[in-house]
């Protein structure tokens, strides 16, 4: 079946912990994004990618580092600079940047020990 | 003023009510809007896109007002199942991206 993939479902982070979030899509999907929703929040755009190799900030992307080595993958790192890094983290794609439906994964809830 | 504003709610509705949600946006050249749904703690899932004509699907119907920069979603005889939060997605200002407001949260109950 095909879809977008995300792990894992929980994580913990601790102080001055560097980690990294899974997001893999096999739709052959050009456009990969990263959202970051807290509680009664809509989500927030940390960044996203138009093509492997390319990737933008969106509106939150300090604390964060993403690559796109591969069209299917999209890992975002949440580093020790991210001070609030607590929050629900949801993947997406779609078949180009913008304008087009979005497919999510299933998020990454993300805690600080 | 937000890119994206929503009604937060909670909108608690009996089964078999009608409803409506709206949704104001600031980029007057937004050219593409969506209503997500979300179950708590899940991923969003499509629920429909909003043309400038207005749309139906089932108990659902999208319109668009660009005049007035706003987009409506009504639910007709809604059920237990549709008790979820509402999102309103639009194109953002570069069109490289889409915003999402903070949704609706809607309860029916029995």
């Known amino acids: 079946d095909g879809g977008i993939t995300q792990s894992p479902k929980y994580l913990f982070r601790k102080e001055g912990q560097n980690v990294t979030l899974s997001c893999e899509q096999n739709l052959n999907h050009d456009a990969m994004y990263w959202y970051r929703q807290d509680p009664g929040q809509g989500l927030r755009l940390i960044y996203y990618?138009?093509?492997?190799?390319?990737?933008q900030k969106g509106d939150i992307a300090e604390g964060y580092s993403v690559s796109r080595e591969k069209k299917e993958s999209f890992p975002l790192t949440v580093t020790s600079a991210q001070k609030n890094p607590t929050a629900f983290y949801l993947c997406a794609s779609s078949w180009r940047i913008a304008n087009e439906k979005l497919f999510f994964g299933s998020g990454t809830q993300l805690s600080v020990l | 003023r937000k890119e994206v504003e929503q009604d937060p709610g909670p909108f608690n509705v009996p089964e078999g009510a009608t409803v409506a949600f709206n949704c104001t946006y600031s980029n007057s050249a937004s050219q593409s809007f969506f209503w997500y749904r979300q179950d708590c703690r899940k991923e969003p899932k499509l629920l429909m896109s909003?043309?400038?004509s207005g749309n139906e699907d089932g108990r659902f119907t999208a319109q668009l007002n660009r005049a007035s920069q706003y987009i409506s979603l009504l639910i007709r005889d809604s059920k237990l199942s549709d008790s979820a939060t509402y999102l309103c997605?639009?194109?953002?200002?570069?069109?490289?991206?889409?915003?999402f407001g903070a949704g609706t949260r809607l309860t029916v109950k029995p």
């Open positions: 997605v639009v194109n953002g200002p570069n069109n490289n991206d889409m915003r």
């Open positions: 909003v043309y400038s």
């Open positions: 990618s138009q093509i492997v190799n390319d990737f």
